[in-house]
């Protein structure tokens, strides 16, 4: 009787499928396409069954794991770091237009300087330092900076739908990856915290670095010159590259991740693409085609036409970012 | 009591730690070595405990996971390839003098081209198809190839002593890494089947690739430029890129491998290098710092001063092969 008792509470406890595993998502077309997708997969004697090995899930990180406004969150890293490096040394905000805009946190001038700017921006502000100096500098950043209009550290601006979605698919097998334009090394100082995804399986762009043993201990060292963009048709490369297997399932939210998209669906098996559109001018933002930061037309499009599941953030999420379940 | 016994019988499967983890390894200060680290960063409430998160072991291949003699199997798969397309185009041997000499099978002609001459002959064979069609060719390869010594496939020469290590340390709680100077997608045909490390650990060089949609499928095209070089220097590079974290054992054989053990030992904490003497001219081939394959002779040094590990084959391993255990 007693056994017959303890088997029963196991079953119990084993069947966690009957509470909602997606509680921040509005029931509708399009949390039930990601349930069905998953189980479709995951339902052995399924057609269209996938071996865990092969589970692989992409996921963008800025304006999809996180948000993006007023503009991209390392961005404001740099800047503030160049501002504190100028604030040290005078004479580098004299070497050019852009490194003067960002030393006085003119926004709208660091813009102006185009991509070539930003680079020097980032060159910057990212190379001449060892990559645990790099990371710790970014730790104290987060620890130190608040998002100007949440309040919010920036590693809190991250999406809860999409952690439950995280969650979700690591239950059923998956592996689950970042693939981000942003940098590396940016985005393992938090993703494991912040998103349960570890080092390892985080995929960005990074800067090139160099072997070094300084005083006995073994470094590397970042250098101011571009090693890969991991954007647009950069990020099937980089996920073949680091993975060396194809996502079944691929998220992200603007024409960066275009690519990305079509490479988990256009692969001759199961294949889902998760578009996240903002709509939502009142609990975050609302854009898409005219943006500069997370700028989505074509995607938008090409989703119509290939039948990708398009998130609708106003319509489709309950919540948008945890602290609003305290 | 059946209760009783069935807990018993349990206790029993549970203790495999009374059984050797490393069998083909002979007793001695190399095997109490490499088992006294594992217990050391693995058992709870040790100074030197490791999470096993940060639990990373990386692995060169070629001469220390498979062997490497009389030269590297992926230059055979090179020059087969290049072979079999002149007989196909025979303008192709035309093109250099190291294209001829592969096409003729003249190894002794192709190493005379150097290294310009090796980076045609791999840009050749492995260029111009999709990462799939690569592999594929690769698999192909593999089932109809013997090695000219022993008759057997390449992917049989791997190391029997090896396989228990790393089967050891999985138990353990590590990832094991292959980082190798050897072609990323060449490695990731075989190493999860002859070693149990999928194509997402490993490490390697590789040429550039490009996105393309062809006839409605995504994929990626292998391009004749070289991207990443994965040898001395650049190991412990890429293991910052791929992996995020420092390994706290690497094992290699060759100069190729210095700066990774340097890595692994030398960043303040817990560390474990292992290097690896071919001394078996009967059972395998004995070969250091003479040898064009698998150099070995700065590294033989520092592993002396710096008190790593050295594994003498011969006197180290009971087995080498695993079809010695048939």
């Not at 997708?37 to 090995?53: I, K, L, N, Q, R």
């Not at 905000?93 to 852009?98: G, L």
């Not at 239950?171 to 995804?197: H, L, M, P, Q, W």
Request: net charge negative.
């Amino acid at each position: 009787m007693r056994l017959a008792s303890f088997a029963f509470l196991a079953c119990l406890a084993a069947t966690p499928a009957l509470a909602d595993p997606l509680p921040s998502w509005n029931a509708g077309d399009t949390k039930s396409a990601i349930i069905e997708f998953v189980e479709a997969v995951t339902t052995p004697g399924s057609e269209t069954y996938v071996d865990p090995a092969e589970r692989i899930a992409t996921f963008d990180n800025d304006g999809n794991l996180w948000a993006e406004q007023p503009f991209y969150f390392q961005l404001q890293y740099a800047l503030d770091t160049v501002k504190q490096m100028a604030a040290e040394d005078p004479s580098l905000a004299e070497k050019s237009p852009a490194l003067k805009a960002a030393a006085e946190g003119d926004l709208e001038g660091v813009l102006a300087g185009g991509e070539k700017g930003l680079l020097e921006i980032i060159a910057t502000s990212h190379a001449g330092m060892t990559t645990d100096q790099f990371k710790q500098s970014v730790a104290d950043w987060l620890a130190a900076t608040k998002h100007p209009k949440t309040g919010q550290r920036y590693d809190q601006m991250i999406y809860q739908p999409m952690l439950e979605l995280l969650a979700y698919l690591r239950e059923n097998g998956f592996k689950t990856y970042i693939v981000s334009g942003g940098g590396i090394d940016f985005i393992r100082v938090f993703s494991d915290d912040a998103y349960g995804i570890p080092p390892e399986q985080v995929v960005g762009s990074s800067i090139k670095a160099e072997y070094k043993v300084i005083d006995g201990e073994a470094v590397t060292v970042k250098l101011p010159e571009l090693f890969f963009y991991d954007d647009k048709e950069g990020k099937p490369v980089a996920i073949n590259h680091h993975i060396g297997r194809r996502p079944i399932i691929a998220s992200g939210n603007s024409d960066g991740d275009l690519q990305m998209l079509e490479y988990a669906t256009m692969g001759g098996g199961p294949g889902l693409a998760i578009l996240l559109h903002h709509t939502d001018a009142d609990r975050e933002w609302a854009y898409d085609r005219d943006s500069k930061i997370g700028h989505l037309d074509k995607a938008l499009d090409e989703a119509a036409e290939e039948g990708w599941v398009v998130v609708d953030m106003k319509q489709d999420w309950r919540t948008v970012f945890p602290w609003e379940l305290e």
